[in-house]
């Protein structure tokens, strides 16, 4: 069955960079958009980005935009954000989740599979 | 950015009750050329990542029981479960999947009265 696991997050101090991965298996990874999500400690949940399944298109929320960068790497099975310019607000669990039937960011489905998430601590 | 807004922010309900939490979102999330609504529900329990439960806004994903059902079109939404068991209990979200940024409600938590 699919399978989603992150990795990569940590304690990291203002205005530093983090780059989380996360690890796809179970479904055809390279067909597929992928996201990541965010949810802050006790918080609701907030979209962060999108990438297209061939990698060559990505949107992202406008919180993150110009800071926060998704790709991927097809051959591994591995989706990446890289997130620069870290603020206290990005503290937060951070999941990678898929769509189904989706290969590209226009394409508007809800989120059926969802990975444990890696939390991401942003304090100095 | 479509906000959504649910309501209660929590509910207390009795072991085979009913629940019943509304969502709002502040445009139509209907689709006109195909008549569907862009809206779903997810559960979430403690130390877990979200589950989806209803998406069309009243299609039931594979495997969740009969008891959840979503209703509504347009901009007013609502996810009930008919009769709530021990685990149940969870923080509900709606999600609207219409556009970008693809955007969910405050969550209600549901617990035991």
């Known amino acids: 069955q699919v399978q989603l696991v992150e990795s990569g997050g940590g304690v990291v101090q203002p205005g530093r960079s983090l780059r989380l991965s996360c690890a796809a298996s179970?479904?055809?990874?390279?067909?597929?958009?992928m996201h990541w999500v965010r949810q802050a400690p006790g918080k609701g949940l907030e979209w962060v980005a999108v990438?297209?399944?061939?990698?060559?298109?990505?949107n992202s929320a406008d919180s993150v935009k110009g800071r926060f960068s998704i790709s991927r790497d097809n051959s591994r099975n591995t989706l990446y954000l890289q997130m620069n310019s870290l603020r206290i607000e990005d503290t937060a669990l951070y999941y990678c989740?898929?769509?189904?039937?989706?290969?590209?960011?226009?394409?508007?489905?809800?989120?059926?599979?969802w990975g444990q998430g890696t939390l991401v601590t942003v304090s100095s | 950015d479509i906000v959504m807004t649910q309501s209660p922010d929590s509910l207390a309900v009795s072991l085979g009750e009913r629940a019943t939490i509304n969502c709002r979102s502040s445009q139509s999330v209907l689709w006109s050329s195909n008549n569907k609504n862009y809206l779903a529900w997810y559960q979430q329990k403690p130390g877990q990542p979200p589950k989806l439960l209803i998406y069309w806004a009243s299609s039931r994903e594979s495997g969740v029981p009969d008891r959840f059902s979503g209703s509504g079109s347009g901009t007013d939404f609502t996810l009930t479960i008919s009769s709530l068991q021990a685990e149940d209990v969870a923080v509900y979200y709606c999600q609207q999947y219409y556009s970008d940024p693809r955007t969910f409600g405050q969550g209600t938590k549901v617990e035991f009265k």
């Open positions: 989740a898929t769509t189904s039937d989706c290969d590209s960011t226009k394409c508007f489905r809800p989120f059926d599979n």
């Open positions: 990438i297209s399944s061939d990698g060559s298109d990505e």
């Open positions: 179970g479904f055809i990874f390279s067909t597929h958009a």
